[in-house]
């Protein structure tokens, strides 16, 4: 199970860690925090020296309500970012999380390495096009609407049968662009209510039918920190403990904001494997 990253090709028979770099104001856990060069450089290398395989950048918050944000912002906050990222660190493999075909055109022609999409190229019907003439990895994610109005639309007659329809439907959009490194998101906390993610959690392994690597975000999500009764600030015990079960369910690529407790998760899954 290998993807193709400028060239090298990334074996996700042993699970992966990506690490977040919001470069956004308003990001639910990080906004605003990563604002002048020294502050992001220091955390990619902080991310990158634990065990990071990607650096997911991102310059649109998608969080529940979240305000739009122009296209024209979207690339100033993120093209710079990846230009500095490279100039210091030049092997980082670095993932766009973007809905928006032009930010992703860019973002790969400067050394972004794959594209993370929210709404699957529902959002910007240009999307699953320019990625099949990028010719790069495409992580896909399953969403109702958009971050305004999607925790409108969380009516399921069933939840799991429809995730994987939904995923059965975009892949073979993607297909028809010549797209082949796929990678799919259920889309925790996006179009769901926090009993609706636990059952998605419980039935993840069901998503192995649909044969693509899975990427599981949910690294100090309301359906953590809820549960908890405690705040983002406090809900990485409760992130390691779900990551767990996510690789226990087939979760090849864990979207994390702490990747060194990420990556210890991971160790210790894979040494439960070997015995």
Do not use: W
């Amino acid at each position: 199970m290998t993807i193709n990253c400028k060239g090298q090709l990334i074996d996700l028979t042993l699970p992966k860690v990506m690490g977040i770099l919001n470069v956004t104001p308003d990001s639910f856990f990080d906004g605003g925090k990563y604002k002048d060069e020294s502050a992001i450089l220091k955390q990619v290398e902080t991310m990158l020296s634990h065990g990071a395989t990607f650096i997911d950048v991102g310059g649109y918050s998608s969080k529940p309500g979240a305000a739009n944000v122009t296209e024209t912002e979207e690339l100033k906050r993120v093209l710079p970012v990846v230009e500095l990222i490279l100039k210091h660190f030049p092997e980082t493999l670095i993932s766009i999380d973007t809905f928006r075909s032009e930010v992703a055109k860019h973002s790969i022609e400067i050394g972004g390495a794959l594209i993370n999409d929210i709404s699957a190229g529902k959002l910007d019907h240009n999307m699953l096009t320019t990625i099949g003439k990028l010719s790069v990895p495409y992580i896909m994610m399953h969403m109702r609407g958009n971050p305004k109005t999607m925790q409108q639309q969380t009516q399921y007659n069933d939840l799991v049968k429809e995730v994987i329809s939904y995923f059965a439907e975009r892949i073979a959009a993607a297909h028809a662009q010549k797209i082949n490194d796929i990678i799919i998101d259920a889309g925790f906390g996006f179009a769901k209510t926090l009993e609706q993610n636990y059952t998605l959690l419980n039935n993840l392994e069901l998503l192995k039918t649909l044969e693509k690597p899975m990427l599981v975000g949910v690294s100090r999500k309301s359906m953590i920190y809820k549960t908890l009764n405690t705040s983002s600030k406090h809900a990485l015990n409760g992130t390691t403990a779900l990551h767990m079960v996510a690789l226990q369910k087939g979760a090849k690529i864990l979207r994390v904001h702490d990747v060194k407790e990420a990556v210890e998760c991971v160790t210790l899954y894979n040494q439960l494997n070997t015995n």
